[in-house]
């Protein structure tokens, strides 16, 4: 196989970006950006794959997940309350994009009905997945443990181990069972939708992570595994396995 073969044999991966109202970037030229952080495109990259950034526009979900080999629902603004009958006026929440979580939610929910489609939600795509499936979210996850060990003193990255369940998809994933992560959220998943299982879980018993069984691969983890997969194998093969799946 040539170099060029080699290139256009690689599977698409989509990546979910922020919306307008999330990175609010002006210039002289242009009022308004849509974006992706790097490092998602970066952990595509290296296990082989091809990452196309998805805005949160309205094209339909079936007409754009058909073009696509695998996708990953990214990190990003709090999902809206209205979508899990949460508390609308809760003080702790974070400026949401009304587009993008209409966008995304219709988007996973026919994600998930595709058997051939490895879906990988990270931090507020694996919120995503469970509100999308029935599940609810904790609005401010303060409110509901003693020592906040999710995000630093200025509500930014920290640090913190995970314990995955054994035998678990995301156990033979990762290879590992104990998993060092950077987190920096506020919320979590509160109640678990039905379909989904949950596969790891922090020393103060937050979900971590979770899978949906029926699907042949389709995982949610709460914390960012591509800011350290360039330094950490078992986070960059989350990503090295969604695209072999993609590419099977």
């Not at 809206?80 to 966008?103: A, C, F, S, T």
């Not at 906040?148 to 990762?174: E, F, G, P, Q, Y």
């Not at 104990?178 to 299982?197: C, D, E, Y």
């Not at 790891?200 to 350290?228: K, N, R």
């Amino acid at each position: 196989m040539t170099e060029k073969d080699d290139k256009a044999n690689r599977p698409i991966i989509g990546i979910t970006g922020y919306g307008i109202s999330e990175m609010q970037i002006k210039d002289a030229h242009f009022d308004a950006y849509l974006l992706s952080p790097a490092d998602y495109s970066n952990a595509v990259l290296r296990a082989g794959g091809i990452p196309v950034v998805i805005p949160p526009i309205s094209i339909g979900a079936q007409n754009l997940l058909c073009r696509l080999d695998g996708i990953i629902f990214s990190g990003g603004a709090d999902i809206h309350p209205e979508h899990y009958d949460g508390i609308e006026d809760h003080p702790n929440l974070l400026p949401h994009d009304k587009l993008r979580d209409q966008v995304e939610l219709d988007l996973i929910r026919h994600a998930v009905t595709l058997p051939d489609l490895p879906i990988l939600g990270i931090c507020r795509g694996a919120q995503l997945l469970n509100v999308a499936l029935g599940g609810s979210l904790l609005e401010h996850l303060p409110d509901h443990i003693d020592d906040d060990i999710h995000r630093d003193n200025d509500s930014l990255w920290t640090t913190h181990d995970v314990h995955v369940v054994a035998d678990s998809k995301l156990a033979k994933v990762m290879g590992a069972e104990l998993v060092h992560t950077m987190s920096g959220h506020h919320q979590a998943l509160g109640k678990v939708a039905k379909v989904l299982t949950v596969t790891a879980s922090s020393v103060d018993e937050v979900v971590e992570a979770v899978e949906l069984e029926t699907h042949p691969w389709c995982l949610g983890v709460q914390w960012h595994p591509e800011i350290t997969a360039d330094g950490d194998e078992t986070q960059q093969r989350l990503f090295d396995a969604l695209v072999k799946q993609a590419q099977s």
